[in-house]
Nanobody
Framework: QVQLVESGGGLVQAGGSLRLSCAAS????????MAWHHQAPGKQREMVAT?????????NYASSVKDRFTISADYAKNTVYLQMNNLNPEDTAIYYC?????????WGQGTQVTVSS
C-alpha cells in the first residue's frame, strides 16, 4: 500500500500563501495520478488539483483555484506539492493528498488550512 503524509497547513491571512507537501512512501512514478482534495465542514470532499505522474505530467485544477494554485511533483523526493497563492476564506478546509494506483485510492490524514480575513 501507499502511505501519504501531508504537511504545510496552518493559519494564514487572506491574500497570503501556503505550500502543502505530500510525501509518499513509494516512488510516485508507480502511481498513476496524484491529487489534492479538500473538505470543509458540512461539505463533501472535492478535488482541488490533480497531476498525472511521469516525465510528461499533466495537471488539472478546479475552477475555483485555477490561476491561484499550482500542483507539482518532485520524483526524486517522492513528494507532491500544492502551492496556494492569494488564499481566501473560502479555501478554508482540510486538505488531503490522494494517490491513485490502478483501481486503488490511498489517502493521507489531511492537513488543516485556515484562511482568516
Amino acid at each position: 500500500q501507499v502511505q501519504l503524509v501531508e504537511s504545510g497547513g496552518g493559519l494564514v491571512q487572506a491574500g497570503g500563501s501556503l505550500r502543502l507537501s505530500c510525501a509518499a512512501s513509494d516512488s510516485i512514478l508507480n502511481i498513476n495520478d496524484m491529487a489534492w482534495h479538500h473538505q470543509a465542514p458540512g461539505k463533501q470532499r472535492e478535488m482541488v488539483a490533480t497531476i498525472t505522474t511521469g516525465s510528461a505530467s499533466s495537471r488539472n485544477y478546479a475552477s475555483s483555484v485555477k490561476d491561484r494554485f499550482t500542483i507539482s511533483a518532485d520524483y526524486a523526493k517522492n513528494t507532491v506539492y500544492l502551492q496556494m497563492n492569494n488564499l481566501n476564506p473560502e479555501d478554508t478546509a482540510i486538505y488531503y493528498c490522494n494517490a491513485r494506483q490502478r483501481a486503488s485510492d490511498y489517502w493521507g490524514q489531511g492537513t488543516q488550512v485556515t484562511v482568516s480575513s
